[in-house]
């Protein structure tokens, strides 16, 4: 499918078009899709850190809990426990 803009005043307008022979009407090939997450990657930016515990028994620290979340949905893991604070590092 071909888009054209145009250009109005301050508003742009896109506008599609339907190209004879193109697959507008197929369905979409559903390997041609990426995989849907079921996991959240919006998190708010709050420094409220925490040290968790993780199921593939690494402890780190994240900027907040819901980051904690979010990291251990995107890897398939689940959290153990989390306390706040941080993990010192040796200086």
């Not at 071909?2 to 005043?9: A, F």
């Not at 506008?15 to 979409?28: E, H, Q, R, T």
């Not at 979340?69 to 689940?78: E, F, N």
């Amino acid at each position: 499918m071909r888009r054209v803009l145009m250009l109005v005043g301050p508003t742009v307008l896109a506008v599609g078009l339907i190209v004879p022979g193109s697959a507008a009407g197929s369905p979409p090939d559903p390997a041609a899709q990426p995989p849907v997450s079921s996991c959240s990657g919006m998190c708010p930016m709050i420094y409220e850190p925490v040290v968790c515990e993780l199921s593939d028994g690494v402890t780190r620290s994240f900027s907040n809990d819901c980051v904690a979340r979010a990291y251990a949905c995107d890897r398939a893991l689940h959290i153990v426990g989390c306390a706040a604070g941080q993990i010192a590092t040796p200086r």
